[in-house]
């Protein structure tokens, strides 16, 4: 990145590692130095809680709040109905308005945690895409809208064009969602005077085209900006973890599990993830990712701290730590691990450990489960388990047992 900017935000957007790429530097530079802009990102209500793979971008209208600008969160109660067809194989399961209106009630929770929504300048707004999308008269949107968009142009995206190549079904239902999202962009700036749209790089056709369409309506001047698709160093894709996603709702994954899997970051990880996910200086982030050997657990150790703190509170993260310490350190239980609570109907007869590791998150399936087994990386009660045909009863439950699989990932299972 050779371009010196003038604003605060892309300063903070380039020397932090967030901007994957722009269209146009300059013209975004000046608009974000001459006053407020607001800006947007999109989210689609597809589960019931954000995950760490939207964290880049929540932290990206963070900052953009923090240096004096406006952010949106723009909720696809629309185009959720739809479904994003980007870089997927198949059509995403269509989803009911009780579900939808349930999922992005629980996405809500976690934008108050990193934005101040209120009347200020600079105040954040929640909006929902429905508010425009559901009513839509659809002679009037091919006439008005579609007559500006190149059937050529859009099979040529990667994000479709891909799926074309592999020979897999695009429906016309889905071939309509980067039509809808360019008229998100259209109606944001129309109704918010919103300039900036951003997202993943995956994004970047999806808001070249709401650009165009924008300039071809309004002749207004817009501006999009993306953040790198992230991988681990280890080639993994960011967000996932041994149980599956990492989500942010609390009643969703444990302040302390979500703790962990920051605190399992890979050495080659740390100063990049420190610079993304905490507000820590930059030095303070490179002199901590340059530590080698065992003190970068140091490291480690303060990226899962602020990250925790800044989703879930500062005590949330210091019980977290503290319970990491009694577990690791002391071999002791904790007071914050997971915990599975088996009712008397649950357990019958006995329960079979395979069982209770898969339902406590420690293994994705019962395969997984006994592979664990036999490779000497389950522990009950911080003894080996090796045998994959033991069956836990009631007698055996009359005090909570713990669940190891391997070092680190740890769970409790005790009976309600």
Request: a negative charge; proline letters at 3%.
């Amino acid at each position: 990145m050779t371009y010196h900017p003038k604003s605060d935000f892309m300063s903070v957007m380039i020397e932090r590692g967030y901007l994957a790429d722009c269209t146009d530097y300059q013209g975004l530079d000046e608009a974000l130095s001459r006053g407020v802009v607001p800006a947007y990102i999109g989210y689609d209500a597809t589960a019931a809680s954000l995950h760490v793979g939207h964290l880049l971008n929540v932290m990206m209208l963070r900052w953009l709040q923090k240096t004096g600008h406006k952010p949106i969160t723009l909720m696809g109660g629309g185009t959720t109905k739809v479904g994003d067809p980007s870089f997927r194989s198949d059509e995403r399961p269509l989803l009911g308005p009780d579900q939808i209106a349930s999922n992005i009630s629980g996405m809500k929770q976690v934008f108050a945690r990193y934005l101040s929504y209120d009347e200020s300048a600079t105040g954040a707004l929640m909006l929902d895409n429905a508010e425009w999308l559901d009513n839509l008269n659809y002679l009037e949107f091919l006439r008005d809208i579609g007559r500006h968009f190149s059937v050529n142009r859009m099979l040529s995206f990667e994000s479709v064009k891909s799926r074309i190549d592999r020979e897999q079904s695009l429906s016309f239902l889905e071939f309509n969602y980067m039509i809808l999202q360019a008229y998100d962009f259209l109606e944001l700036n129309r109704r918010y005077g919103c300039v900036l749209q951003m997202g993943g790089s995956d994004q970047w056709g999806n808001i070249v085209n709401g650009i165009d369409l924008t300039r071809r309506v309004l002749d207004h001047e817009i501006f999009g900006l993306t953040s790198p698709l992230l991988t681990t160093s280890d080639g993994r894709k960011m967000g996932k973890s041994a149980g599956g996603a990492v989500w942010l709702n609390e009643e969703m994954l444990s302040p302390y599990e979500f703790w962990q899997f920051w605190r399992n970051t890979t050495d080659a990880d740390v100063g990049r993830f420190l610079k993304l996910y905490t507000e820590l200086p930059v030095d303070e982030c490179e002199r901590l990712g340059a530590l080698s050997g065992s003190e970068i657990n140091e490291g480690k150790i303060v990226l899962a701290d602020e990250v925790t703190a800044l989703l879930h509170g500062r005590d949330a993260a210091e019980a977290a730590k503290a319970t990491a310490r009694e577990v690791f350190e002391k071999g002791g239980v904790g007071d914050d691990l997971p915990t599975l609570t088996l009712s008397e109907a649950e357990i019958g007869d006995g329960i079979s450990v395979v069982q209770l590791i898969v339902r406590a998150g420690l293994a994705g399936s019962g395969k997984e489960a006994k592979r664990l087994i036999s490779d000497n990386g389950a522990k009950l009660d911080d003894a080996p388990l090796t045998d994959a045909g033991l069956v836990i009863d009631r007698a055996a439950l009359a005090a909570p047992i713990k669940l190891s699989a391997g070092k680190k990932r740890h769970a409790l299972v005790r009976l309600g």
